[in-house]
């Protein structure tokens, strides 16, 4: 994944050497892309993930964008913000995602920059308001890995109208679950 961004990176750079040693090749390529009819939506060539330890397959399963798509901003925004909610899901509540888009003539290249950050685990875990006759299972404990699905399957063993609080402690990566009955 890394190649991806290092050719990013050089055509960009050398995008802009020759732009700059090339007399009128910059004017060039703005007049091809504005002479007569409007320059066409640009097609994606790549998309890349940048970042240490992401479920990578997942990634790519969340996005909208990829090879041979139209790209599009509001496309790319919605793309960062499932990125960032898959990384959430698995634990990573404090993940950060840019996108950075290089255009070519070639295509345009689409990089996610994601920055994971801690995975939290859970912390406490209290059961509220639970029927004295009957005592939920609950199926998560301190130290699990704080997953989206791991609460709401605890959340369902509590009970259908359970809801889940949680509260995270940024400076220990926790997450204190209170599952509440109804």
């Given at each position: 994944?890394?190649?991806?961004?290092?050719?990013?990176?050089?055509?960009?750079?050398?995008?802009?050497?020759?732009?700059?040693?090339?007399?009128?090749?910059?004017?060039?390529?703005?007049?091809?892309?504005?002479?007569?009819?409007?320059?066409?939506?640009?097609?994606?060539?790549?998309?890349?993930?940048?970042?240490?330890?992401?479920?990578?397959?997942?990634?790519?399963?969340?996005v909208a964008t990829r090879?041979?798509s139209v790209l599009d901003?509001?496309?790319?925004?919605?793309?960062?913000?499932?990125?960032?909610?898959?990384?959430?899901?698995?634990?990573?509540?404090?993940?950060?995602?840019?996108?950075?888009?290089?255009?070519?003539?070639?295509?345009?290249?689409?990089?996610?920059?994601?920055?994971?950050?801690?995975?939290?685990?859970?912390?406490?875990?209290?059961?509220?308001?639970?029927?004295?006759?009957?005592?939920?299972?609950?199926?998560?404990?301190?130290?699990?890995?704080?997953?989206?699905?791991?609460?709401?399957?605890?959340?369902?063993?509590?009970?259908?109208?359970?809801?889940?609080?949680?509260?995270?402690?940024?400076?220990?990566?926790?997450?204190?679950?209170?599952?509440?009955?109804?």
């Amino acid at each position: 994944m890394r190649s991806w961004l290092v050719l990013v990176v050089l055509a960009v750079v050398f995008g802009g050497i020759v732009s700059r040693q090339v007399p009128g090749f910059a004017d060039g390529l703005a007049a091809r892309a504005t002479h007569g009819a409007p320059a066409a939506p640009a097609t994606v060539a790549a998309v890349a993930f940048d970042g240490k330890g992401l479920p990578l397959a997942q990634l790519r399963d969340a996005v909208a964008t990829r090879a041979g798509s139209v790209l599009d901003d509001a496309t790319l925004a919605g793309d960062r913000d499932l990125v960032r909610a898959t990384l959430v899901a698995r634990g990573y509540l404090d993940a950060s995602v840019d996108t950075a888009v290089t255009r070519l003539p070639r295509g345009a290249y689409v990089s996610f920059a994601v920055t994971p950050g801690a995975l939290y685990h859970v912390g406490r875990v209290r059961v509220v308001n639970a029927r004295t006759d009957r005592h939920p299972v609950v199926t998560i404990a301190s130290g699990d890995e704080a997953l989206a699905s791991s609460i709401d399957d605890a959340r369902a063993h509590v009970g259908a109208a359970a809801t889940a609080q949680l509260r995270a402690d940024r400076a220990r990566a926790t997450v204190d679950i209170d599952l509440v009955a109804p």
